[in-house]
């Protein structure tokens, strides 16, 4: 694992010195939106409109943020027009590699050459997801959370599907929600794991279970994060719950409970994965393998664990869950 200094690869770990062991994740600097129209979208410049079949998706399988596009392409039906590649799941010295087989646009073997062809003298790290436009050959974004309501919106023409995982009634609930997911759950769990001090591992893991235990009462009594209806929130919680039990417990030692713990929490991630179409996007293998393989300083012998079992096709009970609390 490293990133591009000037556009030269540097093997390295994250630096956690600086923020008294404290895991700190870097913003993500591609940030182009594609467009109807091909105006600029609300950051970075215009020119990206919307065309199928222009736009590629370069992923992870074993990635949360990435996994967050893969289900909204999904779900949108978007998958005939927008093309995707996958990284193999160990990400070792060079970051992020297409292997066996390269990439199949220019036959590129490592991600950070996307990267350099796009930016030259890039300097930052590497990350999947990344929304490539094959007509300008460059990164159009790597921030999942914009890609998602790109898919959600300007690629809505092309869209088998017309439903909306951020509507304007709710956009306020969902920013909020978002908001506090992200920082105690999404990245929560990552800065347990990646805490190189007691102090920085405990303050995180206190903020996770303590969101997961509101975030459990609260489906007690909502069907969904927002209320009676699926949007982009519950699938951001989504792909950090489906790795908890497989990865995170073990592995970023967040072990206060598992998922399979909370009865509404362990339902409503039942619920979600049973949806059509979702499973698709969850490979346990790569998510298993990327993390236990890849992390050689929290893990030296990359022994990848044989359990748990799971079992997300238990039925999830959920449809008990009337939503009588008005949203708006
Ligand atoms: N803000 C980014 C974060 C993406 C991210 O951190 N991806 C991880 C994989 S789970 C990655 O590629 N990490 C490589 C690195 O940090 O060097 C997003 O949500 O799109």
């Known amino acids: 694992m490293g990133l591009l200094v000037n556009g030269k690869w540097h093997d390295q770990w994250y630096d956690t010195k600086k923020h008294q062991g404290r895991f700190v994740r870097e913003g993500a600097q591609f940030r182009n939106w594609v467009t109807v129209d091909g105006k600029p979208g609300p950051s970075g410049t215009g020119g990206f409109t919307v065309e199928s079949n222009r736009y590629h998706l370069y992923v992870s399988y074993a990635c949360p943020w990435a996994h967050r596009t893969l289900i909204m392409r999904q779900l949108k039906g978007l998958n005939a027009h927008i093309g995707v ?45 990344i929304l490539w436009d094959q007509q300008r050959h460059v990164i159009v974004n790597n921030e999942s959370s914009e ?120 339902g409503y991630l039942r619920e979600l994965y049973q949806i059509p179409g979702i499973r698709e996007t969850v490979c346990f293998d790569h998510i298993k393998q990327h993390y236990y393989y890849s992390h050689e300083h929290i893990n030296p012998h990359r022994i990848v664990p044989l359990g748990p079992e799971l079992d997300l096709d238990a039925p999830h009970n959920r449809s008990a869950i009337t939503c009588t609390v008005n949203h708006h």
């Open 85 to 129: 590649t996958t990284v193999h799941p160990h990400m070792l010295s060079h970051g992020w590699e297409f292997r066996p087989e390269p990439e199949p646009l220019y036959g590129l073997h490592r991600l950070y050459e996307l990267y350099i062809k796009t930016m030259p003298d890039y300097t930052g790290r590497v990350t999947v997801p």
């Open 147 to 266: 890609i998602l309501r790109m898919l959600n919106y300007a690629f809505s023409s092309l869209a088998t599907s017309d439903s909306d995982f951020y509507p304007e009634s709710l956009r306020e609930q969902i920013d909020a929600m978002n908001e506090y997911v992200y920082h105690n759950i999404n990245n929560g769990v990552y800065r347990c794991g990646f805490a190189t001090s007691q102090e920085a591992y405990e303050e995180a893991f206190n903020e996770l279970f303590s969101a997961l235990d509101s975030l459990e009462t609260r489906l007690g009594k909502l069907r969904y994060l927002t209320g009676n209806i699926i949007t982009e929130a519950d699938w951001r919680l989504f792909t950090t719950l489906i790795r908890f039990d497989a990865v995170y417990v073990g592995h970023f030692k967040t072990n206060r409970n598992m998922i399979s713990d909370y009865p509404h929490l362990s």
